[in-house]
C-alpha cells in the first residue's frame, strides 16, 4: 500500500529585516559615503539637514546652561512701551542705553515681542524665540549654499558649530541684528527665485529694521538693473520707499524731523570703547569727522572698483537664466518621451509574454547553462534609459557673490563695529573666502583669525589690526578671483570677435561663407 500524500510545500524564506539593514549600511555606512556628505556640495541638501537639526539642539543647551547677560532688551521694551503708550515722537522714546535709533519696523516687530513676552518679563521665551529665528535664517542661508554649490559641506559644519560668539548674539543678547539679516536673507532667496516684489517687501522691511542693510544696496540696485531693466527698477524702487512710508506713517505725520533724525541718522559717532575694529586708534583720531569721511570716500572708491564686474556677472546670471527658461522645457519634453517610449515597449512585452510552462523551461535550461559555464547571469538589456537632466543653481554663484562682495566692502570699511554686528557678514564669509585663490590653508587661518578677533573681548591693538588684515587679505583674493574671471570673459569675446571677422573676410572674398569638413 502506498504511503499517503502529504501536501507539504517546499519551506521558503522569508526575507528577514535585517537584509534591509545590512543594505542601506553597506550603502550608507561606509568611507565613500562619508566622503560624499563632507567634501562633494551638491550632497548639501542632507547636510543641511543634519546641521539644522543639530543648531536645534545646540541653541536649546546654550539656553538652558550658559546664563543670559542684559545688554539691550531690556532698553528696546522700554522705547516700545512708549511707542504702545502713545508716544510717536521719537526724541521722546528712550530706554536705559539711550535714545531709539532703528527705524519703525523695529519698533513694530519688537512691539510683538513685548506682548509675547509679558511686556518683556518673559526673557527665557524671547531667548527661544531667537532660537527659532536662528534656525529659519539657517535654513535660508544653506538653501543659497545648496544652490550654488560653492562650498564644502564640512566647511559650513565647522562655521556653524565653531562661533560662540554668533550663537551669543542670538540666543544670549536679543539684538535686533538677528531680525534684519533673516529678513535680507529672505530677500535674497526671493530675488533669486524671481519673486521680485515679495523680495522687495522683505528687503525694506530688513532696512525698517536697521539701516546696516543698506549696505547691499548698490548690489542691489544693478541687480534690478540687469534683470528688470530701468522701467521694473523703478517699480521696485517705489516698492521699498512706499513700505518705508507706510510703516513710518504714525512718525511721519506727526514728528517727521524727529523720526528722520532719530532713525536714519547717518552721522551718529559710535562710542570708542565698543569698537572690534579701530581700538588701535586713538579716542580723539576714532571721533574725528575727517576720519569718517575718509572710510566714506574709501567705501565708495570700491564699489567703483567693483561695480563693472558685478554689473557682467549680473547680465551672465540673466543670459544664463534666460538659457534655462529655453533649455528646460524641452528636457521634460524629452523625458516625457522617454516615458511613454517605455511605457509602450512594457506593454509590447505583456501582450507578448510567454506561458508558465515556457518561462519554467526557459529558467530551467538557463539554471544548467550557468553551472555548466560557471558565469554570472547576464543583466538585462531593457534597462530603464537614464533622464535627461542639467543641473543650472550654480549659475547663482554669479549673483550671490556680487552682493556678499558689497556688504562685505561696507563692512571692511565701517566706521565702527561692534560685536553685535558680526552677524553682517559672517555667513557670507565661508563664500566670500571660497572664492579666492588661496590654498586650503590660507583660507582656513583667515576664517580663523576672523573669529578669534570677533571673540576677543574687550578688543585688543593685536585683535583690531589683525581683523584689518584679514579683511584686506580677503579683499585683495576675491579681487584677483573677479579679475581674472573678467580676463577670461574678455578673451572669449575677443576669440569670438576675430572668428566673426574670419567668417566675414571669407564671404566677401569667396561670395559665401567657408564650411568645414564636418559640414559637409
Same mark, same amino acid.
Given at each position: 500500500?502506498?504511503?499517503?500524500?502529504?501536501?507539504?510545500?517546499?519551506?521558503?524564506?522569508?526575507?528577514?529585516?535585517?537584509?534591509?539593514?545590512?543594505?542601506?549600511?553597506?550603502?550608507?555606512?561606509?568611507?565613500?559615503?562619508?566622503?560624499?556628505?563632507?567634501?562633494?556640495?551638491?550632497?548639501?541638501?542632507?547636510?543641511?539637514?543634519?546641521?539644522?537639526?543639530?543648531?536645534?539642539?545646540?541653541?536649546?543647551?546654550?539656553?538652558?546652561?550658559?546664563?543670559?547677560?542684559?545688554?539691550?532688551?531690556?532698553?528696546?521694551?522700554?522705547?516700545?512701551?512708549?511707542?504702545?503708550?502713545?508716544?510717536?515722537?521719537?526724541?521722546?522714546?528712550?530706554?536705559?542705553?539711550?535714545?531709539?535709533?532703528?527705524?519703525? /519696523?523695529?519698533?513694530?516687530?519688537?512691539?510683538? *515681542?513685548?506682548? @509675547?513676552?509679558?511686556? &518683556? !518679563?518673559? $526673557?527665557? %521665551?524671547?531667548?527661544?524665540?531667537?532660537?527659532?529665528?536662528?534656525?529659519?535664517?539657517?535654513?535660508?542661508?544653506?538653501?543659497?549654499?545648496?544652490?550654488?554649490?560653492?562650498?564644502?559641506?564640512?566647511?559650513?559644519?565647522?562655521?556653524?558649530?565653531?562661533?560662540?560668539?554668533?550663537?551669543?548674539?542670538?540666543?544670549?543678547?536679543?539684538?535686533?541684528?538677528?531680525?534684519?539679516?533673516?529678513?535680507?536673507?529672505?530677500?535674497?532667496?526671493?530675488?533669486?527665485?524671481?519673486?521680485?516684489?515679495?523680495?522687495?517687501?522683505?528687503?525694506?522691511?530688513?532696512?525698517?529694521?536697521?539701516?546696516?542693510?543698506?549696505?547691499? /544696496?548698490?548690489?542691489?540696485?544693478?541687480?534690478? *538693473?540687469?534683470? @528688470?531693466?530701468?522701467? &521694473? !527698477?523703478? $517699480?521696485? %524702487?517705489?516698492?521699498?520707499?512706499?513700505?518705508?512710508?507706510?510703516?513710518?506713517?504714525?512718525?511721519?505725520?506727526?514728528?517727521?524731523?524727529?523720526?528722520?533724525?532719530?532713525?536714519?541718522?547717518?552721522?551718529?559717532?559710535?562710542?570708542?570703547?565698543?569698537?572690534?575694529?579701530?581700538?588701535?586708534?586713538?579716542?580723539?583720531?576714532?571721533?574725528?569727522?575727517?576720519?569718517?569721511?575718509?572710510?566714506?570716500?574709501?567705501?565708495?572708491?570700491?564699489?567703483?572698483?567693483?561695480?563693472?564686474?558685478?554689473?557682467?556677472?549680473?547680465?551672465?546670471?540673466?543670459?544664463?537664466?534666460?538659457?534655462?527658461?529655453?533649455?528646460?522645457?524641452?528636457?521634460?519634453?524629452?523625458?516625457?518621451?522617454?516615458?511613454?517610449?517605455?511605457?509602450?515597449?512594457?506593454?509590447?512585452?505583456?501582450?507578448?509574454?510567454?506561458?508558465?510552462?515556457?518561462?519554467?523551461?526557459?529558467?530551467?535550461?538557463?539554471?544548467?547553462?550557468?553551472?555548466?559555464?560557471?558565469?554570472?547571469?547576464?543583466?538585462?538589456?531593457?534597462?530603464?534609459?537614464?533622464?535627461?537632466?542639467?543641473?543650472?543653481?550654480?549659475?547663482?554663484?554669479?549673483?550671490?557673490?556680487?552682493?556678499?562682495?558689497?556688504?562685505?566692502?561696507?563692512?571692511?570699511?565701517?566706521?565702527?563695529?561692534?560685536?553685535?554686528?558680526?552677524?553682517?557678514?559672517?555667513?557670507?564669509?565661508?563664500?566670500?573666502?571660497?572664492?579666492?585663490?588661496?590654498?586650503?590653508?590660507?583660507?582656513?587661518?583667515?576664517?580663523?583669525?576672523?573669529?578669534?578677533?570677533?571673540?576677543?573681548?574687550?578688543?585688543?591693538?593685536?585683535?583690531?589690526?589683525?581683523?584689518?588684515?584679514?579683511?584686506?587679505?580677503?579683499?585683495?583674493?576675491?579681487?584677483?578671483?573677479?579679475?581674472?574671471?573678467?580676463?577670461?570673459?574678455?578673451?572669449?569675446?575677443?576669440?569670438?570677435?576675430?572668428?566673426?571677422?574670419?567668417?566675414?573676410?571669407?564671404?566677401?572674398?569667396?561670395?559665401?561663407?567657408?564650411?568645414?569638413?564636418?559640414?559637409?
Amino acid at each position: 500500500m502506498a504511503p499517503p500524500r502529504t501536501n507539504q510545500r517546499p519551506v521558503t524564506r522569508r526575507k528577514k529585516p535585517s537584509n534591509l539593514l545590512l543594505t542601506l549600511k553597506d550603502k550608507y555606512v561606509n568611507w565613500n559615503f562619508i566622503k560624499y556628505l563632507a567634501f562633494e556640495p551638491a550632497a548639501l541638501p542632507i547636510v543641511a539637514v543634519l546641521i539644522v537639526l543639530a543648531e536645534a539642539v545646540i541653541n536649546v543647551l546654550v539656553i538652558q546652561r550658559v546664563p543670559y547677560t542684559e545688554i539691550d532688551w531690556k532698553a528696546y521694551m522700554q522705547e516700545c512701551e512708549g511707542f504702545l503708550n502713545g508716544t510717536t515722537n521719537y526724541s521722546l522714546l528712550r530706554g536705559d542705553t539711550g535714545p531709539l535709533v532703528y527705524p519703525a /519696523a523695529f519698533v513694530y516687530i519688537y512691539s510683538g *515681542l513685548y506682548y @509675547l513676552t509679558a511686556q &518683556g !518679563t518673559n $526673557v527665557r %521665551l524671547a531667548q527661544y524665540i531667537f532660537a527659532w529665528i536662528y534656525l529659519l535664517q539657517m535654513c535660508l542661508v544653506l538653501r543659497l549654499y545648496t544652490k550654488s554649490r560653492k562650498v564644502p559641506p564640512y566647511v559650513l559644519v565647522l562655521s556653524a558649530f565653531t562661533s560662540y560668539r554668533i550663537h551669543s548674539i542670538y540666543v544670549l543678547r536679543l539684538f535686533n541684528d538677528p531680525v534684519a539679516i533673516l529678513l535680507l536673507y529672505a530677500a535674497l532667496n526671493l530675488f533669486l527665485d524671481q519673486r521680485w516684489t515679495l523680495g522687495s517687501i522683505c528687503y525694506s522691511l530688513a532696512v525698517g529694521v536697521k539701516m546696516n542693510i543698506l549696505l547691499f /544696496a548698490p548690489a542691489l540696485l544693478l541687480f534690478y *538693473l540687469a534683470n @528688470l531693466g530701468v522701467l &521694473g !527698477t523703478l $517699480v521696485q %524702487l517705489t516698492i521699498c520707499a512706499g513700505l518705508q512710508l507706510l510703516i513710518g506713517a504714525p512718525f511721519l505725520l506727526t514728528h517727521p524731523m524727529e523720526y528722520l533724525r532719530g532713525s536714519f541718522d547717518l552721522g551718529r559717532i559710535f562710542e570708542h570703547k565698543w569698537t572690534v575694529n579701530y581700538r588701535f586708534l586713538s579716542r580723539e583720531l576714532f571721533e574725528q569727522r575727517e576720519f569718517h569721511l575718509v572710510l566714506l570716500g574709501l567705501h565708495l572708491v570700491l564699489l567703483l572698483c567693483f561695480a563693472k564686474p558685478t554689473w557682467t556677472f549680473f547680465r551672465s546670471y540673466l543670459r544664463l537664466r534666460e538659457v534655462q527658461q529655453h533649455i528646460v522645457p524641452q528636457i521634460l519634453q524629452k523625458n516625457r518621451e522617454q516615458q511613454n517610449q517605455a511605457r509602450q515597449s512594457k506593454q509590447q512585452e505583456e501582450e507578448e509574454q510567454l506561458s508558465a510552462e515556457q518561462k519554467s523551461f526557459l529558467k530551467a535550461f538557463e539554471r544548467s547553462l550557468q553551472q555548466s559555464t560557471d558565469q554570472k547571469p547576464a543583466e538585462p538589456l531593457n534597462q530603464a534609459p537614464e533622464k535627461y537632466d542639467i543641473y543650472f543653481e550654480p549659475c547663482t554663484q554669479l549673483a550671490l557673490l556680487p552682493f556678499f562682495l558689497c556688504n562685505f566692502i561696507g563692512v571692511a570699511c565701517a566706521r565702527s563695529l561692534h560685536y553685535q554686528f558680526y552677524i553682517w557678514y559672517f555667513h557670507s564669509l565661508p563664500y566670500l573666502v571660497w572664492s579666492t585663490p588661496y590654498s586650503l590653508g590660507v583660507r582656513f587661518l583667515i576664517l580663523g583669525i576672523i573669529e578669534y578677533c570677533w571673540n576677543t573681548y574687550p578688543s585688543t591693538l593685536e585683535s583690531s589690526i589683525a581683523l584689518h588684515l584679514c579683511h584686506l587679505v580677503l579683499l585683495v583674493g576675491v579681487a584677483r578671483h573677479v579679475y581674472h574671471i573678467m580676463r577670461l570673459n574678455a578673451s572669449v569675446k575677443q576669440q569670438q570677435q576675430q572668428q566673426q571677422q574670419r567668417q566675414e573676410q571669407s564671404i566677401l572674398q569667396n561670395g559665401q561663407p567657408k564650411t568645414s569638413k564636418k559640414s559637409q
